[in-house]
């Protein structure tokens, strides 16, 4: 199965699908469901980045409006839903510079999405995102660089909803400029691919995975999150972007994917998984045999093969 399932609901909705390919023993593209499912709760992914001994913004979670502010934080500070993906519940009133403006953003996240608030300063700097591909020796693409700087009519300075939601809408002022590779000095560059690598590992990530970094004008390098099921659109989504730059075709990625998961499943015995019966009307339980070798991603693209 090529895995690009985000659930139909609860906390951990991205994990849905794959429990169910593992509970099934079938093959899957991507992570597995225990880091999809940490991967979408922030804090906890936080706190094991931190273990990790990966820079993240300073936080603390709200499970009420009135809980105490942690003093050691400093504003602005920006507020987030803490189970969420794609820039859910974070606009531009999400950052904010006082106590009043933060009890407002706290409220607003608990009563709409019936969750905890997700506090942490706001890094001012570079908006950064690295895709990974690989799993032995994963390998950081080249990085993109998303500049704001022409989306003042807007008044989004960052990756907000409607960023995300209109990205290229001219008339909004949603349009930022994308820059891959980043305009980075090499040893700078390095080191952010370096810490989206160690981020892949401490989360587990199978295949592929996108982190999303923020470069402070001090040079500080924060790790803001690690996304396991990163978008594929060919046209939208950041991580074509990044694999294109590297010199992959879009029918070359995708097989890609397919081969990274074919390895993995190889080097644990995929003759011995066993599709299990699916109903009286389903099809019979059979075994899942030993796939053929398959020629090189470029040779797939190179001859019209689909992806």
């Known amino acids: 199965m090529f895995n690009i399932a985000e659930?139909?609901?609860?906390?951990?909705?991205?994990?849905?699908?794959?429990?169910?390919l593992e509970s099934l023993q079938i093959p899957f593209t991507g992570s597995s469901s225990l880091t999809l499912a940490l991967a979408l709760e922030k804090?906890?992914?936080k706190q094991l980045l931190a273990y990790e001994g990966v820079h993240t913004p300073p936080w603390q979670l709200f499970a009420t409006p009135d809980d105490p502010l942690n003093p050691r934080l400093l504003f602005p500070l920006i507020v987030k839903p803490n189970r969420e993906g794609s820039a859910k519940g974070i606009s531009r009133?999400?950052?904010v510079s006082d106590e009043v403006g933060l009890r407002k953003q706290i409220r607003k996240v608990l009563a709409h999405y019936r969750q905890e608030a997700l506090v942490e300063e706001f890094i001012d700097g570079l908006e950064l995102t690295v895709g990974v591909l690989g799993n032995d020796e994963p390998q950081a693409l080249p990085i993109l660089e998303i500049d704001f700087d022409g989306c003042e009519q807007s008044g989004e300075f960052f990756y907000s909803w409607r960023m995300k939601e209109y990205q290229g809408n001219q008339s909004l002022g949603l349009a930022p400029r994308f820059y891959c590779p980043a305009r980075l000095d090499p040893q700078v560059a390095a080191r952010i691919g370096a810490m989206a690598v160690h981020a892949h590992r401490a989360l587990g990530c199978f295949d592929l995975s996108r982190t999303d970094i923020r470069l402070r004008?001090?040079?500080?390098?924060?790790?803001?999150?690690?996304?396991?099921?990163?978008?594929?659109?060919?046209?939208?989504?950041?991580?074509?972007?990044?694999?294109?730059?590297?010199?992959?075709?879009?029918?070359?990625?995708?097989?890609?994917?397919?081969?990274?998961?074919?390895a993995r499943y190889h080097q644990r015995g995929l003759s011995s998984?066993?599709?299990?019966?699916?109903?009286?009307?389903?099809?019979?339980?059979?075994h899942i045999t030993q796939p053929q070798e398959l020629p090189p991603a470029s040779q797939l693209a190179e001859s019209g093969a689909a992806p």
């Not at 659930?7 to 699908?17: I, L, M, N, T």
């Not at 991580?239 to 890609?256: D, H, Q």
């Not at 998984?273 to 059979?286: I, P, Q, Y």
């Open 43 to 45: 804090a906890k992914t």
């Open 93 to 95: 009133e999400s950052v």
């Open 273 to 286: 998984l066993r599709a299990m019966h699916v109903g009286s009307a389903g099809w019979e339980g059979r």
């Open 7 to 20: 659930g139909s609901c609860g906390a951990h909705r991205e994990s849905q699908v794959p429990a169910i």
């Open 217 to 262: 004008r001090d040079g500080r390098v924060f790790v803001l999150e690690v996304n396991p099921l990163p978008g594929l659109d060919p046209l939208g989504s950041n991580f074509p972007l990044m694999t294109s730059a590297a010199g992959l075709s879009y029918p070359m990625l995708i097989n890609r994917l397919v081969d990274l998961a074919l």
